[in-house]
């Protein structure tokens, strides 16, 4: 047995209170399988929400690698995982019934670096009034951590230059981006 299968028995063998500490690191040395187990946890809204958040985490470290030192995961694997995991969070961000679980999967997909169609998500929900507060500030921070050559993140700036949450920021990022 490889060690991400013993992993995975280990974690359906460990109570619900235990599993978010077990996940916790996990994500060191990954491979397709882990990543795989990763998204289902991640995925399942009756799984125990931190075990979720956990694995949420974990999963935004991963697509966040840069190549350098990816564990067992090749590049070109890594690449593709990172895609598949990105549009995983930006779905879980954006539907989840759970708020807590949506602000980490926001908060994880601030880590990576988006495609323009991904970064949609969090500024929509940057961008969406009836939003929790809290959600709408990780949504923009998600949105302002990538790169300024983005034009949905510039689109999404120039939008909420007006909004009282967000105009003190949006001034900030603008002044710095023009030094």
């Given at each position: 047995?490889?060690?991400?299968?013993?992993?995975?028995?280990?974690?359906?063998?460990?109570?619900?209170?235990?599993?978010?500490?077990?996940?916790?690191?996990?994500?060191?040395?990954?491979?397709?399988?882990?990543?795989?187990?990763?998204?289902?946890?991640?995925?399942?809204?009756?799984?125990?929400?931190?075990?979720?958040?956990?694995?949420?985490?974990?999963?935004?470290?991963?697509?966040?690698?840069?190549?350098?030192?990816?564990?067992?995961?090749?590049?070109?694997?890594?690449?593709?995982?990172?895609?598949?995991?990105?549009?995983?969070?930006?779905?879980?961000?954006?539907?989840?019934?759970?708020?807590?679980?949506?602000?980490?999967?926001?908060?994880?997909?601030?880590?990576?670096?988006?495609?323009?169609?991904?970064?949609?998500?969090?500024?929509?929900l940057a961008l969406a009034p009836d939003?929790?507060?809290?959600?709408?500030?990780?949504?923009?921070?998600?949105?302002?951590?990538?790169?300024?050559?983005?034009a949905v993140r510039a689109e999404t700036?120039?939008?909420?230059?007006?909004?009282?949450?967000?105009?003190?920021?949006?001034?900030?990022?603008?002044?710095?981006?023009?030094?």
């Amino acid at each position: 047995m490889t060690a991400t299968v013993d992993f995975i028995a280990a974690y359906r063998r460990t109570a619900e209170e235990g599993r978010p500490e077990l996940l916790r690191g996990c994500e060191a040395g990954a491979d397709r399988e882990l990543v795989d187990f990763l998204i289902t946890v991640a995925e399942d809204t009756t799984e125990f929400d931190l075990a979720r958040i956990e694995a949420i985490r974990s999963l935004g470290l991963i697509a966040s690698e840069t190549g350098e030192e990816p564990g067992r995961l090749f590049e070109d694997d890594l690449d593709a995982a990172a895609a598949v995991i990105v549009d995983m969070l930006a779905g879980i961000a954006n539907l989840d019934p759970d708020e807590d679980v949506r602000v980490w999967s926001l908060r994880a997909l601030a880590w990576c670096d988006l495609s323009e169609t991904a970064l949609k998500v969090p500024a929509a929900l940057a961008l969406a009034p009836d939003e929790d507060p809290l959600l709408r500030e990780v949504a923009f921070e998600a949105v302002l951590a990538q790169s300024p050559q983005s034009a949905v993140r510039a689109e999404t700036l120039g939008l909420l230059a007006a909004d009282p949450l967000f105009a003190e920021a949006v001034a900030t990022d603008l002044k710095a981006q023009n030094r």
